[in-house]
């Protein structure tokens, strides 16, 4: 079963056509990677997906039905490219809030506080202030906040960077868990490495338009040279 269908979707700002008709689906449960040079057009799709933009054109079919951004944005986590953590506030204040507006009550927030800063080993991380952290313990103070409701589709921009090694593993066992138990991940990217390494299924965007789509195993090669013709142009 699908858990997102893109059919169709087109966005441009003023005459530029920054997505020009790009359909495809996305199987529950796969690890979905979007890849494309800058400017390609992967933000602007991520920003209609998580219904911060409406379409100009084309459908989105979300778990079965038409995307209805007010009410299926509880089921949606995502983490965008450029954080959106208050730098003023404490760690644990801002997760809470951030839960209670996907909808968990005060009870089930805090306890889903305790659990992930534990796991992810920033516990003794939750008083200080967001400006304390480094940008790599930020980064995991987001991921946190974009699944502790326990979204259904998991959309991340970028999820690495900033990160050392370990802690890129760590995120990275915590996508393929989530991935096992049944959340569909979108995880887009500049990096061809890090989409062989994470994805089972990825989409090439160049300029708009949908280059290539299918099974990583099956057109890794395909992808590759894509990729080096689009680095030329
Ligand atoms: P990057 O990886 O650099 O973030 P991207 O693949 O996410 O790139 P988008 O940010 O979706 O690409 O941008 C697609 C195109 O639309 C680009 O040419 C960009 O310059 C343009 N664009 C994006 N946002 C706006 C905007 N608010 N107004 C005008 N043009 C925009």
Same mark, same amino acid.
């Given at each position: 079963?699908?858990?997102?269908?893109?059919?169709?979707?087109?966005?441009?700002?003023?005459?530029?056509?920054?997505?020009?008709?790009?359909?495809?689906?996305?199987?529950?449960?796969?690890?979905?990677?979007?890849?494309?040079?800058?400017?390609?057009?992967?933000?602007t799709l991520?920003?209609?997906?998580?219904? !911060?933009?409406?379409?100009?054109?084309? +459908?989105? /079919? &979300? #778990?079965?039905r =038409?995307?209805?951004?007010?009410?299926?944005?509880?089921?949606?986590g995502?983490?965008p490219e450029?954080?959106?953590?208050?730098?003023?506030?404490?760690?644990?204040?801002?997760?809470?809030?951030?839960?209670?507006?996907?909808?968990?009550?005060?009870?089930?927030?805090?306890?889903?506080?305790?659990?992930?800063?534990?796991?992810?080993?920033?516990?003794?991380?939750v008083?200080?202030?967001v400006?304390?952290?480094?940008?790599?313990?930020?980064?995991?103070?987001?991921?946190?906040?974009?699944?502790?409701?326990?979204?259904?589709?998991?959309?991340?921009?970028?999820?690495?960077?900033?990160?050392?090694p !370990?802690?890129?593993q760590?995120i990275? +066992?915590? /996508? &393929? #868990?989530?991935? =096992?138990?049944?959340?569909?991940?979108?995880?887009?990217t500049?990096?061809?490495?890090?989409v062989?390494?994470?994805?089972?299924?990825?989409?090439?965007?160049?300029?708009?338009?949908?280059?290539?789509?299918g099974?990583?195993?099956?057109?890794?090669?395909?992808?590759?040279?894509?990729?080096?013709?689009?680095?030329?142009?």
């Amino acid at each position: 079963m699908n858990v997102l269908e893109l059919q169709h979707l087109k966005k441009h700002y003023a005459t530029h056509k920054a997505v020009d008709d790009i359909s495809f689906s996305i199987p529950k449960g796969s690890i979905f990677g979007l890849l494309g040079p800058n400017g390609a057009g992967k933000t602007t799709l991520l920003r209609m997906i998580t219904g !911060i933009f409406y379409p100009d054109a084309g +459908n989105i /079919i &979300f #778990d079965g039905r =038409r995307f209805d951004p007010q009410n299926d944005v509880q089921h949606i986590g995502y983490m965008p490219e450029e954080r959106g953590l208050y730098k003023k506030m404490k760690v644990g204040e801002q997760a809470l809030y951030l839960a209670q507006l996907k909808g968990l009550s005060r009870k089930d927030a805090q306890e889903k506080i305790d659990y992930w800063f534990n796991r992810l080993g920033i516990a003794s991380w939750v008083n200080k202030k967001v400006e304390e952290l480094s940008k790599g313990m930020q980064q995991k103070v987001q991921f946190i906040s974009t699944v502790m409701h326990h979204p259904k589709l998991l959309i991340l921009d970028e999820p690495f960077s900033g990160l050392d090694p !370990i802690n890129s593993q760590l995120i990275q +066992n915590e /996508i &393929f #868990d989530m991935a =096992r138990n049944g959340t569909t991940i979108i995880f887009s990217t500049h990096r061809m490495e890090q989409v062989e390494e994470i994805c089972d299924h990825i989409v090439l965007v160049n300029k708009g338009r949908k280059v290539l789509d299918g099974p990583v195993k099956q057109i890794k090669q395909d992808f590759k040279q894509h990729l080096f013709y689009i680095s030329l142009e």
